[in-house]
């Protein structure tokens, strides 16, 4: 049996569409919702509109996680650490599939290491890549990466996580999935504030282009393989992300474009990951332009205009 952690949109998502493999648990911790969505088979909450299929059982009792075989983990990424701190111990032994984009501001810690840390004898693995939650519920095809450092593991839950139109590519490149689709959302935020702020289409392609040079060499520095990022958790979602109104980064940096405030209520990675990179480049003296100038922008600490003559100002140099 697999369990998916985390009943937001993302879990709600996967649920649905591991149901075409058989049972699974959606596990959700507030337990007057998930009985509501149990029942009326929608989490109107955060996926209005898509039906749960029956093989999918929601449920606010832990015990249908810690019981499964494969748990897939769908909490944002600054939950992710707490959330094993106290649970942790009863995962023991398990595959534990973080399905967070984030590093967490805190550590600076991708989803893996703070499994490795938290449970040690778990097998940890990142899937990631392009992929709306709207989109995967709806059954319409999506390809993603799949990340684990143990081979075997990995073979085998590449079998159990694909479905007909949910295809898995497998990688041991764990360091650089989950930091294409950490940094993807630092991108979004920067390509929606571009557009938002009326600097236009190329501009944007030019921040894409530069922000994904950016988010390689950070990667690679961190020990990843570039052709990592040119891959689904790193090219495919940062040009999906950057450039469709469905993405919360891409909205979030629409509405600092504008002047206005973001939405608050909504899980938009990229504020906190940007933080988390900002510490990250200070201390290991790297230059992140891009990054920068979007941690200062979540920061209110620059407008648009103060982002673009920021970026526009540094040496001309060669590509
Ligand atoms: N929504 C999407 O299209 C996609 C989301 N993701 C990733 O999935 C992760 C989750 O995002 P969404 O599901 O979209 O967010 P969401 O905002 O729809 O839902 C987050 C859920 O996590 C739960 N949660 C928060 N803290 C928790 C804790 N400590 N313990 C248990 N549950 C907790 C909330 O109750 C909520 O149900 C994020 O890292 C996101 O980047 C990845 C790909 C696509
Ligand atoms: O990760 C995603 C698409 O791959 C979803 O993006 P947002 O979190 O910006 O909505």
Redesign the pocket.
């Known amino acids: 049996m697999i369990a998916v952690a ?6 709600t998502a996967l649920a649905a569409a591991l149901a075409a493999n058989g049972p699974v648990t959606l596990w ?3 337990a007057e919702e998930a009985a509501r969505n149990e029942q009326t088979r929608e989490n109107r909450h ?1 996926l209005a509109g898509v039906p749960i299929p029956a093989p999918v059982r929601v449920s606010a009792d832990l015990e249908t996680v810690f019981a499964a075989e494969i748990v897939l983990l ?4 600054q ?1 992710l650490r ?2 094993l701190a106290q649970h942790g111990a009863r995962l023991a032994g398990k595959p534990l599939v973080a ?4 590093i967490d501001v805190e550590t600076g810690e991708g989803p893996s290491a703070i499994i490795e840390a938290a449970v040690p004898d778990a097998t940890a693995a990142v899937l990631t890549g392009p ?3 709207a989109d995967i519920a709806r059954s319409l095809p999506t390809a993603l990466t799949l990340a684990c450092r143990n081979s075997a593991a990995a073979v085998a839950l590449q079998d159990r996580l694909s479905t007909p139109v949910l295809r898995l590519y497998r990688t041991a490149d764990v360091t650089g999935a989950e930091l294409g689709g950490a940094l993807k ?1 630092v991108m979004a935020i920067a390509c929606g504030t571009c557009i938002g702020a009326g600097f236009g289409e190329s501009a944007r392609a030019a921040l894409i282009t530069r922000g994904f040079a950016e988010m390689q060499r950070l990667a690679v520095g961190m020990g990843a393989e570039a052709e990592t990022l040119a891959g689904l958790s790193g090219f495919g979602d940062l040009t999906l992300t950057c450039t469709s109104d469905q993405s919360r980064n891409y909205r979030h940096g629409l509405a600092i474009g504008r002047g206005e405030r973001g939405d608050t209520g ?2 938009v ?1 990229g504020v906190a990951t940007a933080r988390a990179i900002g510490r990250i480049a200070r201390v290991r003296g790297l230059d992140l332009p891009v990054c920068a100038v979007v941690e200062a922008l979540v920061e209110e600490t620059i407008t648009a205009q103060d982002a673009l003559a920021r970026l526009l100002s540094r040496p001309l140099k060669e590509e």
Do not use: H, L, V, Y
């Open positions: 985390g009943g937001g949109a993302f879990g959700m911790r507030d955060r769908a909490i944002p990424a939950q707490p959330f399905c967070s984009k984030g992929s709306f939650a959302n909504s899980t990675e």
